[in-house]
């Protein structure tokens, strides 16, 4: 059990516990299915901890330069990846950085194989492929919508590939299930699998939540044993982002006012769902309140403010079992993956703390947020 009193509040804590039971799946599957599954950054990356995931997995995925160096520089391996598109003046970093890119198109690799060539290291080439194919709902998150900008769709990938492709990267998932990969690898077998015996690897991308408690672990491990099975020459590869980190730790917070407005009660909170939980906001989605119940109907029922300018930085409703006061402690569960990595400091609202709880139950804080990080970003 976290003993909240000892970190700074606002704080997001990562239990390791619950990190490493995590990570204990996650390579159980990798090893049982005889495939590979690598960290994504854009996820999670909280480098302090990295050395806890490098007892489990080898490698992670960058979406940009400054993502690969990290992979290289503090997960201490070269990076898988795959941009939109890259440009002049950062491709030999990323080079640098990198054992596998893909490129979003053909167009891209053209522009740069003469580079991955002649690199000072061996990279594998691969193109992102699109099977038109997703059962992501929200299409925010949707990488195969129409029009999409990711990836070649069958008709305009050349018969002969070009020189030096030796994968194909697919991403079409969202905190999905194993039966949504199975029938995702029905479209990309029967759009692409013509180009298999000419490839190395295939990298299914992420949206694997195999660590949620309703997940078919047993099912994706015979799924991807099959495929294995159909093609042996095949390096299989998943990169899911949010299963390494779900469920792992929580944003802390306080009640700093209450003010009510035609029957609404607001408890005004020391963080903010624009700065610091965009995902409830982009999404939507409305995030678990320990000791809280969604809805209205409990006897004391408050939205949930955030303490930026913004007009919609709020949620609700929730329902306590007593009434809230200035000073209550208010703790968002699952607040790991994605939320930490697309935080800002719009308004200049203090950025909460990064901490670890660890297996020894002591407090590690690995970060604490000053006036200075905000005028350091601004100029």
């Known amino acids: 059990m976290i003993d909240f009193n000892k970190f700074p509040n606002p704080c997001y804590i990562m239990e390791e516990d619950l990190l490493r039971k995590n990570l204990t799946l996650i390579s159980g599957v990798a090893e049982k299915a005889g ?28 979406s940009s330069l400054y993502e690969a160096r990290l992979a290289l520089e503090e997960f201490g391996s070269l990076a898988h990846t795959y941009s939109p598109a890259y440009t002049k003046e950062e491709f030999p970093e990323i080079m640098r950085c990198s054992s596998h890119i893909t490129f979003n198109s053909i167009s891209q690799y053209e522009r740069f194989y003469l580079e991955v060539a002649n690199s000072s290291h061996p990279i594998s080439c691969g193109v992102r492929i699109n099977p038109e194919y997703s059962e992501v709902e929200t299409d925010l998150y949707n990488p195969c919508a129409p029009g999409t900008r990711f990836g070649i769709t069958a008709d305009l990938l050349p018969e002969e590939l070009p020189a030096g492709i030796e994968g194909f990267h697919c991403h079409c998932h969202c905190e ?19 180009w298999f ?11 694997h939540l195999m660590t949620r408690a309703d997940y078919d672990v047993n099912h994706l ?9 159909r093609y042996p020459h095949l390096h299989i590869i998943l990169e899911p982002g949010s299963a390494f980190t779900w469920q792992t730790g929580v944003l802390t917070s306080e009640v700093v006012d209450i003010v009510e407005s035609r029957g609404i009660k607001t408890a005004i909170l020391n963080v903010s769902f624009t700065c610091h939980m965009p995902d409830c906001l982009e999404m939507p989605y409305q995030p678990t309140v320990r000791g809280a119940q969604k809805g209205n109907e409990g006897a004391f029922v408050y939205r949930l403010g955030g303490n930026s300018c913004l007009s919609g930085d709020f949620m609700g409703l929730w329902s306590f079992e007593k009434e809230l006061k200035i000073g209550d402690r208010i703790i968002f569960e699952d607040m790991i993956h994605y939320t ?35 005028r350091n970003r601004m100029s």
């Open 340 to 374: 930490m990595v697309k935080t800002n400091m719009f308004n200049g609202i203090h950025h909460p703390a990064i901490a670890l709880w660890s297996s020894e139950e002591k407090p590690v804080i690995y970060k604490k947020f000053f006036y200075e990080d905000y």
């Open 197 to 207: 015996p000419k490839i190395k690897w295939l990298n299914l991308g992420g949206g």
């Open 176 to 194: 999905s299930s194993s039966y949504e990969l199975e029938r995702t690898l029905h479209h990309i077998e029967g759009k692409f699998a013509k």
């Open 221 to 229: 491990i015979e799924l991807l044993k099959d495929l294995k099975e």
């Open 35 to 62: 495939v590979e599954i690598i960290l994504a950054f854009k996820s999670f990356a909280m480098w302090r901890s990295f050395p806890i995931f490098r007892e489990y997995v080898n490698h992670s995925t960058a």
